[in-house]
């Protein structure tokens, strides 16, 4: 789909679907129940701290979505929140099983001034009955 906007620039819209409000939310409606993992939570103590959470749906043994969230803290001011740098939410192949991975990153200043960044990471596996399995670990930038 074309349209032009403000700018009289035409844009090109292909394979966006746009819901009207009320319509996102009912998307997430879930007959089966939703499915979530027990939050991961990955912290530098005092310094920082990363919770990562995973929800989904699914209808006739098959996952219907799946949303993740990332809930990131900054205790120390020395510290911050560099942002989410990989993440990926995907059926395994040949599978009913999905999987989600997520890295986030956190920069701290040591007392010489110097950053060193520390990148936290999620792996979840999971599956449309509500099974899952995580992996999780904290690796160096």
Known sequence: MMIKNAAGVMVLFAGLTFAAEGEANAAR???SGVKTIKPVVLETPKKWTYTY?????????????????????????????AGRIEESVRPVPDSVTWSAYDMGEFS??????????????????????????????????
């Open 29 to 31: 409606d879930c007959a």
């Open 53 to 81: 959470g995973l929800s989904w749906c699914a209808d006739g043994g098959k996952v219907t979505w799946a949303e993740p969230s990332v809930t990131p803290r900054v205790h120390d001011v020395a510290c911050r929140w």
């Open 108 to 141: 701290c200043r040591d007392n010489a001034g110097k950053e060193h960044g520390v990148n936290p990471w999620v792996v979840v596996t999971f599956d449309p009955a509500g099974g899952y399995d995580t992996r999780s670990g904290i690796a160096a930038a």
